[in-house]
T-cell receptor, first 113, second 113 residues
Framework: KAGVTQTPRYLIKTRGQQVTLSCSPI?????VSWYQQTPGQGLQFLFE???????NKGNFPGRFSGRQFSNSRSEMNVSTLELGDSALYLC????????????FGPGTRLTVT | EDKVVQSPLSLVVHEGDTVTLNCSYE??????LLWYKQEKKAPTFLFML????IEKKSGRLSSILDKKELFSILNITATQTGDSAVYLC?????????????FGQGTRLTINP
């Protein structure tokens, strides 16, 4: 079966702009989680969506938001980009979630200049 | 503040050796501990541990959790060059009814032929 896909794979934005990243989970998976990975902070949990509702949330400011559609696809939005938002953004899906037997996508590399 | 610490941060061994990776944690409301393997970008789920003393095993990999001493180990026997990766430990915690993952820094394992 097809894996988790993320688009775009690479993105360059300017400070102050906003960005939307997309994640398509494995067919049948209803839980989608988002993560940020940086060399300094490592891997950090952003939030998890299940059946179109945000079910769990990490410690990120309100500039980071997301949503999930009825087909389980999810988007993550970052507003008012800061240089420190440059990171690899990973999404992961699981059948019921949030964390058991997650399958990760290849990530979106965001660079903020 | 919830904390997960992995050791060593880096390890270089020869093919065929056995390695033990460590993960200790200090968290307020523990639910489970997870291990992941990250080779390039997308982490791969390895194990989820919830009970002390019960070994989880998959091929040459095994892991065990000690909830009294607050640590877990990941063992890899008869290592192969394909085991070279960053191994991540994460602890699932429950805060105000919401689940979140707290990650360790990772152990970079290099297997030399």
């Amino acid at each position: 079966k097809a894996g988790v896909t993320q688009t775009p794979r690479y993105l360059i934005k300017t400070r102050g702009q906003q960005v939307t990243l997309s994640c398509s989970p494995i067919s049948g998976h209803r839980s989608v989680s988002w993560y940020q990975q940086t060399p300094g902070q490592g891997l950090q949990f952003l939030f998890e969506y299940f059946s179109e509702t945000q079910r769990n949330k990490g410690n990120f400011p309100g500039r980071f938001s997301g949503r999930q559609f009825s087909n389980s696809r999810s988007e993550m939005n970052v507003s008012t980009l800061e240089l420190g938002d440059s990171a690899l953004y990973l999404c992961a899906s699981s059948l019921t979630g949030p964390f058991y037997e997650q399958y990760f996508g290849p990530g979106t590399r965001l660079t903020v200049t | 503040e919830d904390k997960v610490v992995q050791s060593p941060l880096s390890l270089v061994v020869h093919e065929g050796d056995t390695v033990t990776l460590n993960c200790s944690y200090e968290v307020t409301n523990f639910r489970s501990l997870l291990w992941y393997k990250q080779e390039k970008k997308a982490p791969t789920f390895l194990f989820m541990l919830t009970s002390s003393g019960i070994e989880k095993k998959s091929g040459r990999l095994s892991s065990i959790l000690d909830k009294k001493e607050l640590f877990s180990i990941l063992n890899i026997t008869a290592t192969q060059t394909g085991d070279s990766a960053v191994y991540l430990c994460a602890v699932e915690v429950l805060i105000q009814g919401a689940q979140k993952l707290v990650f360790g820094q990772g152990t970079r394992l290099t297997i030399n032929p």
